[in-house]
């Protein structure tokens, strides 16, 4: 099962909004509503941050957002802030064969 | 209050084995699936496997299927990966994850390394 596919890297200025792309197939996102995403600080845990395409965990800012078109899935951080610098993992469920799969990761800068 | 702790980790030869053990607490261990998710160095999130939380259903990457084990000790809260025939592209930083939903990671351990090189 390949990863998906996402850009290496976007940056922004503080205050703007990015989107982080998420790619897959029809074997995996563009067959399931079950995508989430990850936030991870270097040298942290990962965080999750959006789970089942759209919905935050509690605690987690309303500055996250999630969405899915197709076979691709997006991340868009809205209001963009010094401590959204990271990295950023999308994962989506890929069947009972493959389950799980990762997206290659994104590096977030705030510029 | 949450917490996952890794421990077992550490330096094997290529072929070796290793078996990784996660302290779980803070919550109702059995009525949540746990999976292991690495990282190698400066590399990306990979999930290497999956296990119910009854213990009866347990999934793998294509990666470590055949080579990797999965299990849990509901009497001790502990979830467990044993690894073996192990080769230098196992190595890395394994963490331990709750699963929210099942396939959701909502909590992370901090990480174990695993070394693999002669």
């Known amino acids: 099962q390949s990863a998906l596919t996402q850009p290496a890297s976007v940056s922004g200025s503080p205050g703007q909004s990015i989107t982080i792309s998420c790619t897959g197939s029809s074997s995996d996102v563009g067959s399931y509503n079950l995508v989430s995403w990850y936030q991870q600080h270097p040298d942290k845990a990962p965080k999750l941050i959006i789970y089942e395409v759209t919905k935050r965990p509690s605690g987690v800012s309303n500055r996250f957002s999630g969405s899915k078109s197709g076979n691709t899935a997006s991340l868009t951080l809205s209001g963009l802030q010094a401590e959204d610098e990271a990295d950023y993992y999308c994962?989506?469920?890929?069947?009972?064969?493959?389950?799980?799969?990762f997206g290659g990761g994104t590096k977030v800068t705030v510029l | 209050e949450v917490q996952l702790l890794e421990s077992g980790g550490g330096l094997v030869q290529p072929g070796g084995s290793l078996r990784l053990s996660c302290a779980a607490s803070?919550?109702?261990?059995?009525?949540?699936?746990m999976s292991w998710v690495r990282q190698a160095p400066g590399k990306g999130l990979e999930w290497v496997s999956l296990i119910s939380g009854s213990g009866s259903d347990t999934y793998y990457a294509q990666s470590v299927k055949g080579r990797f084990t999965i299990s849990r000790d509901k009497a001790n809260n502990t979830l467990y990966l044993q690894m073996n025939s192990l080769r230098v592209e196992d190595t890395g930083v394994y963490y331990c994850a709750k699963g929210l939903h099942r396939i959701y990671f909502d909590y992370w351990g901090l990480g174990i390394l695993v070394s693999v090189s002669s």
């Open positions: 803070g919550f109702t261990f059995i009525n949540y699936a």
């Open positions: 994962c989506s469920y890929a069947g009972p064969n493959a389950y799980l799969v």
